[in-house]
């Protein structure tokens, strides 16, 4: 079936070291993934988007990888700061279910002072 | 601009009890969409709406029902609490379906014994 899943449920930190968490997503007709931050308390924030035709997409200290081959996503946040500490969730629409989308499990990112 | 504002944060309810969580948007957004959160999991939609007067299910809409008579609101209904529908709720809205970024409202914690 569909599923969005991730690697590791807690990633712990350095600060000022990099930060990758996976997603790994079985729907082959997704075409657009999303990462969103939610910290405690609060909704998701948008992060970041990529459409299947880039497999690379930097934003300001974030830059996200897709590959289509292996079904995989990735998110890397340069130079982890405290406040990056957060639940970090892939999101995929398929092309065919305009109105879905469909949510990984989320991954816990803790930072180290 | 506000954003998407929820009431009420936190209700607690007991079983076969009714209520209604309201949600409001001010970007004049066409979609409007409610998700539950549950711990360990991620989003799971449940009710969508592409404008007023329209509205459609999502994945888990059992036990919910939705209106939207404006572009501003989307009241999300419990008709008989039960306490599978303990959960975190997200209301969110954006320009579109799909392949457009969501934004969230802070959430509604629902307990229901």
């Known amino acids: 079936g569909e599923s969005v899943g991730l690697h590791l449920p807690t990633l712990s930190v350095q600060e000022g070291d990099n930060s990758i968490i996976n997603c790994a997503y079985s729907n082959s007709a997704s075409d657009y993934f999303i990462w969103y931050k939610q910290e405690s308390g609060k909704g998701p924030q948008f992060i970041i988007d990529i459409r299947s035709n880039m497999d690379k997409r930097q934003g300001q200290r974030v830059t996200v990888l897709l590959n289509k081959t292996v079904k995989h996503l990735s998110l890397q946040i340069a130079a982890t700061q405290p406040g990056d500490s957060a639940v970090y969730f892939c999101?995929?629409?398929?092309?065919?279910?305009?109105?879905?989308?469909?949510f990984g499990s989320g991954t816990r990112l803790l930072v180290r002072p | 601009n506000a954003g998407v504002t929820q009431t009420p944060k936190f209700q607690v309810l007991k079983t076969g009890q009714s209520m209604t969580l309201q949600c409001a948007q001010d970007m004049n957004h066409e979609y409007m969409s409610w998700y539950r959160q549950d711990p360990g999991m991620g989003l799971r939609l449940i009710h969508y709406s592409v404008g007023a007067g329209i509205t459609d299910q999502g994945e888990v809409p059992n036990g919910y029902n939705v209106s939207r008579s404006t572009t501003e609101d989307f009241p999300l209904r419990l008709l008989s609490a039960a306490p599978s529908q303990t959960s975190v709720y997200f209301c969110?809205?954006?320009?579109?379906?799909?392949?457009?970024?969501?934004?969230f409202g802070p959430g509604t914690r629902l307990t229901v014994t």
């Open positions: 999101a995929e629409n398929p092309w065919d279910s305009s109105y879905k989308l469909i």
């Open positions: 969110a809205s954006s320009y579109g379906m799909g392949q457009y970024e969501q934004y």
